[in-house]
């Protein structure tokens, strides 16, 4: 599934270039929003370190896959 990179919110896991390769990473921190980039802290473990983590950018109109199904939708009874 792609996303907006607009869209992108903290706990999202995406495909992103870090360490030297495209892998899963989980959105760690929103760090800037400007009119054509949105910049973002992503870690690649699932255990959160700061140490750990890196920083990734993307054009705003940009098409990003998710690498799993993070967010959950609400259900209401009819």
Same mark, same amino acid.
């Given at each position: 599934?792609? @996303?907006? $990179?607009?869209? #992108?919110?903290?706990?999202? &896991? #995406?495909?992103?270039? &870090?360490?030297?390769?495209?892998?899963? &990473?989980?959105?760690?921190?929103?760090?800037?929003?400007?009119?054509?980039? @949105?910049?973002?802290?992503? *870690?690649?473990? $699932? #255990?959160?370190?700061? *140490? $750990?983590? !890196?920083?990734?950018? !993307?054009?705003?109109?940009?098409? @990003?896959?998710? $690498?799993?199904?993070?967010?959950?939708? *609400? @259900? *209401?009874?009819?």
């Amino acid at each position: 599934m792609n @996303i907006q $990179a607009l869209d #992108i919110k903290v706990g999202d &896991c #995406i495909i992103a270039y &870090c360490k030297q390769k495209m892998q899963p &990473c989980t959105v760690q921190r929103l760090l800037s929003s400007t009119q054509n980039n @949105i910049t973002l802290r992503v *870690s690649t473990s $699932a #255990i959160y370190r700061e *140490s $750990a983590s !890196f920083v990734v950018q !993307f054009h705003r109109e940009a098409l @990003i896959e998710m $690498a799993g199904l993070t967010r959950t939708k *609400s @259900i *209401s009874p009819r």
